[in-house]
Every structure is written in structure tokens, then in C-alpha cells.
């Protein structure tokens, strides 16, 4: 018998074992599911899919009666819109600070202690301020995000531009490179598929500051629907909508990990040589 | 530009971090196309003239000259380098490495060049590439590459601008020994073709004693052990080495007795 540490699964195994856990839950939940059912018809704690599938058909294919919106893809719409603002609005304030504090001596001298400090203000305790100054608008959720997301990116961004080896920046400068050359050329190329990275990692903190802020104050977005439905214990509503935020958050890690190594085959190949 | 003055002086020069003095009363001249090698024992001060050569450090005292003026306190284009490893561009094709340095030069806004410019600088650099023997490759990423070939991708990238002092920082350290001759055949056909001014730092003795024309040891002659960093390094040999064929060069280091600088140089060895 070989050690633990040596023994490998072979490849359809592999994939086996790892779908088993998914099929497990699903299984667990619907004998739990069912047992509930059977003693009230109308328990609302556990739906079975059908309940669930009913309560989507409705949010998904019919028109609101309210309002006359498909209301599942209005949600999806607004929610996906404000992440990728906040997200993308960030990631380029996340870049530039970073870039040039972790390119320029001179500019990281009086802004790396600051943005060490703002990294640490929990972005969750600003809400408050930016409903303040932002109104309950969209403004203001958009800014929770900038201000989750963005810090942690720069400073991600910026320890990336320390690292590239110094020699790469003194050859550059052998080859007549300006600092703007070296920028252009040189830094920002190979920190693009960096970028990507801190992106995805921060994808995570995006959700939670976009699903926060919708359930506060909002008028649609698949966080606001999760936090109105709570109040009639919609539990059929609630569970395949966590479903479908995390397949949407599959799904844009998934892209941005797929066009990472397409652009930046180097990268992904190579690393530093 | 008179030609009378050496290309490079070096005069009274001394370097010290705080009270640990690295180099001391360096005074050597160098004519254009010498083909200097630094050897000497890690931590002796050879990589940090090396640095004042690029520009990275400056000197604490004396004066060093490039063409009669104090060499520029900040890396160039007058000084082509070539690291151990670092060297090229990870994120560009060989060519594009190589087009690199003319795209800097001709594109003050940008930093690349398009259309029949492009094309214009192409051709330069495809020749250049044939010349060290990458043609192949030329569309390579430098990661796709063996150690060789990344250092002769180095090699080519430096000598597109026509420096006029080539730096060599151990650039065949991590090499395999076969390629490594190969790469002091493709460097000294280089710096003949080229009428290029090098100098090279090695660990590797003999490799400064085959290569170029001149043989510097950097070592400590006075040594106080109470004070271990009291006193910096000096060039304690200065060696003609020629150009030669291979059975004079044996002659010549039987005739330079290597093992009594094997000795010096284990003798400083012991200094931290």
C-alpha cells in the first residue's frame, strides 16, 4: 500500500469524486425536503423543486403584475450592472494607484501608508456615509463596492509592481526607456494578467458589498429580491436565487480566468525568466 | 569627440556604505575596445563597481569619466547590461524584444512603432537575431527558451543600440559548460565584429583568462581583523590576456602560476 501523499486518482475518478459531494447535498436535501412536506404540506422551510421551479417560472416568465417586468431577469440585469461599475471602476482606480505607487519611489513615499490605513476601514461602516452623501440611489452601492474592492486591488497591484525583477526595469532604462516607456512597455503589460487575478480574488468582497447594499436600500436587484421575499419566508424564491448568484459568480470567474490565459499566454506559461 | 583621452578613467575612486568601505583608490584607464573581465571573490566590490559602471551606485569619493565626462548617475543608453537572469521581457516575443530598444528610441509618445517603420526595424533586428543564432525563434516567448538562448536574446537586445560599453554580470553563471562555450565564441566574434568595449564579472577564473584583454582581480590588500570592513578592495592584478590560440593561453596560465591566485583569492574569501 503506498503512502496517502502518493496515492492519485485516476482521471474519471477523479471527476466522479468530485461531483459525488453535490450529489450528496442534493440528495439529503430532498428526503429532508420530503419528510418535512409529508408532515405539512405547507411547510415553507424546505420547498421541493417543483415549489421552486413553480415560484421561478413565475419571477422568470411571467410578467410582474405590478409592474409588468420579467422580474428574475430585472433583478439579474441590475445586480450584474452595479457589480461590473464597481467592479470595473475599482479595478481601474485599483490599477493606477497601485501602478504608480509601486512604480515611482516618489509617489510611494506620501501614498502607500495611506492606502495601508483606508485598506483598513471596513467598507461595510462607510454605508452609512455614502447613503449620506450619496442618497439611497444607485450612486451610493456602486461606491460601496469602489470602496471594498478598489484598496484591496491597489494594493495587490502594487506589491505585483515591486516584485518585477528591478533588473528588467534597469534594462529597459539601458535601452533608452523613458519612465513613461517603462510604464507602458514594460510594467503595465505584465501586470494586465495580475490585474485579472486580484480581480477575481475580489469578486468575492464585490458580491457581498453588492448583496449588502441592495438589501438595504433598493428597488430591484437579486440582492433586494433575497431580502424582500425573507419577510414571507419565501424559501423557494431564496434558494434558487443563492443558486444562481453563485452560478453567475462561477460563471464571470470562469471568464475572466479563461481570458486571462488566452491573452496572457506568457504569463500563464512562463511566469518570470 | 577627441580621440586622445582614454574612453573610460577612473581616478581616486572609492566607495563606502557608511564605515564599510568596499572599494578603495581605484585608478585604471580603459581604451575603447578592451575587453575587460572582473573577477574576484563574492562580496569584494566587483558587482558594485559593476553597479557604478551602469549607474546604479555612485561613488563616494573620486571620479569616475566616460569619454571625459562623469559617467551618468542613472542607467542608459550608452551602457548596455546583461544579467544572470531578469534580462529580456517576458511579455514579448523574441523579436519583440529585440525591436524593443529601436521603438523606445523612435517612439517618445507610445513606445512602439507601426507600418513601415516597424517593418525598417524588423529587418535590423532579424539580422541580429541570425547573427547569435535565433532566427528560429524569433517568435518565441522568452519562457519557450533554454538558458542559452534566452542570454543570446540578452546579448542581442543590448547590442541593438550600439552601446558604447557592453556589462556583463555573470551572464554565463547559469549556463551548462557546453553551451557556455559556445557562448564565449558567439561573445568574442561579437565584440570583434562590433569593435565593442566590455566588461564582463565571472566567478569563473578561467573564463577570465580566455576572454577579452585584460584580467582585473578585485581583492582586499590590507586586512584588519578587528575591523573586518575597515579597509575595501582594490585591483590587485591587472593582466594583459590576449586573444590568443588555445595553447598559448595554456602557456600563459601555467607561466601566471594560477594557484597562487587561487590563494589570494581564498585568502579573502575568509573576509565576511
Not at chain 1, 439529503?28 to 404540506?41: H, K, Q, W
Not at chain 1, 461595510?124 to 442618497?135: C, K
Not at chain 2, 578603495?24 to 575596445?33: Q, T
Request: charged share 20%.
Amino acid at each position: 500500500m503506498k503512502r496517502l501523499v502518493n496515492l492519485t486518482p485516476s482521471r474519471p475518478l477523479k471527476v466522479l469524486l468530485g461531483l459525488a459531494p453535490f450529489a450528496l447535498i442534493l440528495l439529503i436535501y430532498v428526503i429532508a425536503s420530503d419528510a418535512r412536506l409529508e408532515v405539512n404540506p405547507n411547510d415553507k422551510l424546505l420547498p421541493s423543486f417543483a415549489q421552486m421551479g413553480d415560484a421561478m417560472h413565475r419571477l422568470a416568465f411571467e410578467p410582474s403584475k405590478r409592474t409588468g417586468e420579467y422580474l428574475f431577469w430585472q433583478d439579474t440585469a441590475s445586480s450584474l450592472q452595479r457589480l461590473a461599475l464597481g467592479v470595473g471602476i475599482a479595478a481601474v482606480i485599483g490599477f493606477v494607484v497601485g501602478l504608480l505607487t509601486g512604480a515611482l519611489p516618489t509617489l510611494n513615499a506620501p501614498f502607500a501608508p495611506l492606502l495601508t490605513v483606508i485598506s483598513l476601514v471596513p467598507p461595510m461602516a462607510l454605508l452609512p456615509i455614502l447613503f449620506i452623501v450619496f442618497g439611497l440611489g444607485e450612486l451610493s452601492k456602486v461606491a460601496l463596492i469602489i470602496f471594498g474592492v478598489a484598496p484591496f486591488i491597489a494594493r495587490d497591484i502594487q506589491r505585483c509592481t515591486q516584485e518585477i525583477p528591478k533588473e528588467q526595469l534597469i534594462k529597459a532604462q539601458t535601452l533608452g526607456a523613458s519612465t513613461w516607456h517603462i510604464l507602458v512597455r514594460v510594467l503595465i503589460p505584465q501586470l494586465l494578467p495580475r490585474l485579472i487575478n486580484a480581480i477575481r480574488l475580489s469578486l468575492g468582497a464585490g458580491w457581498l458589498f453588492l448583496i449588502a447594499a441592495e438589501g438595504i436600500a433598493s428597488t430591484d436587484g437579486l440582492g433586494y429580491r433575497i431580502f424582500l421575499v425573507r419577510r414571507y419566508l419565501s424559501m423557494d424564491v431564496i434558494l434558487p436565487y443563492v443558486a444562481w448568484i453563485t452560478f453567475l459568480a462561477f460563471m464571470v470567474d470562469w471568464l475572466l480566468a479563461n481570458s486571462s490565459r488566452l491573452l496572457f499566454r506568457w504569463h500563464h506559461a512562463g511566469g518570470n525568466t | 569627440m577627441s580621440t586622445t583621452p582614454p574612453m573610460l578613467q577612473i581616478k581616486n575612486l572609492w566607495k563606502s556604505y557608511g564605515d564599510n568601505i568596499v572599494l578603495e583608490n581605484l585608478n585604471k584607464n580603459v581604451e575603447a575596445g578592451e575587453f575587460v573581465t572582473l573577477v574576484g571573490t563574492s562580496g569584494c566590490g566587483k558587482s558594485t563597481f559593476l553597479k557604478m559602471l551602469l549607474g546604479m551606485e555612485t561613488q563616494t569619493r573620486g571620479d569616475l569619466l566616460l569619454d571625459d565626462q562623469p559617467i551618468a548617475t542613472e542607467p542608459d543608453q550608452a551602457r548596455g547590461i546583461v544579467f544572470q537572469q531578469y534580462s529580456v521581457f517576458p511579455h514579448l516575443t523574441v523579436l519583440q524584444n529585440v525591436i524593443i530598444a529601436r521603438e523606445f528610441e523612435k517612439s517618445p509618445l507610445l513606445g512602439k512603432l507601426f507600418g513601415g517603420r516597424k517593418k525598417a526595424v524588423l529587418e535590423e533586428a532579424r539580422q541580429l537575431l541570425e547573427r547569435v543564432g535565433l532566427s528560429p525563434a524569433a517568435n518565441k516567448y522568452p519562457h519557450e527558451l533554454s538558458g542559452g538562448m534566452r542570454q543570446r536574446l540578452a546579448i542581442a537586445q543590448a547590442l541593438i543600440r550600439k552601446p558604447r560599453i557592453l556589462l556583463l554580470d555573470e551572464p554565463f553563471g547559469a549556463l551548462d559548460p557546453g553551451i557556455r562555450a559556445d557562448m564565449h565564441a558567439l561573445i568574442l566574434d561579437l565584440w570583434r565584429e562590433h569593435q565593442l568595449t566590455i566588461f564582463m564579472v565571472t566567478h569563473d577564473l578561467t573564463e577570465g583568462f580566455y576572454l577579452g584583454t585584460r584580467l582585473w582581480v578585485f581583492d582586499k590588500v590590507r586586512h584588519d581583523p578587528q575591523a573586518p570592513n575597515a579597509y575595501g578592495a582594490r585591483i590587485t592584478y591587472d593582466l594583459p590576456v590576449g586573444d590568443m590560440p588555445h595553447d598559448t593561453f595554456n602557456q600563459i596560465q601555467q607561466s601566471l602560476n594560477p594557484a597562487d591566485t587561487n590563494e589570494v583569492a581564498s585568502a579573502s574569501g575568509e573576509t565576511p
